[in-house]
């Protein structure tokens, strides 16, 4: 058995796994690169280890950039159509 994507601490098997921590630290300071400085977090369940971990990547990536982290800007909901819908009104609402 091999776990894709997924990873449980209690769980000894081998995994394909990215690294959330630094895909999100890179994609955030990629955006600071190319000019923007409101950059939003829309992040799934926190209980899940891959969002868990992309949380600390951005707020690492603006802290790098001084960039001042505003809450306003990270929505965290679960993996369905309806929470994506929210978390756009949540922004442009």
Known sequence: MV????TFADFNVPTVVIDDYKGAFNATEH??????KRI????GPQQLLNF????????AALRANK???DKKLIYSGDLSIQCAIESVGFFFG
């Open 40 to 43: 939003a977090l829309i992040s």
């Open 67 to 69: 960039i001042p982290i």
């Open 31 to 36: 955006l600071i690169n190319v000019g923007y």
């Open 52 to 59: 868990y971990n992309r949380l600390p990547g951005y707020l």
């Open 3 to 6: 776990l894709f994507d997924r």
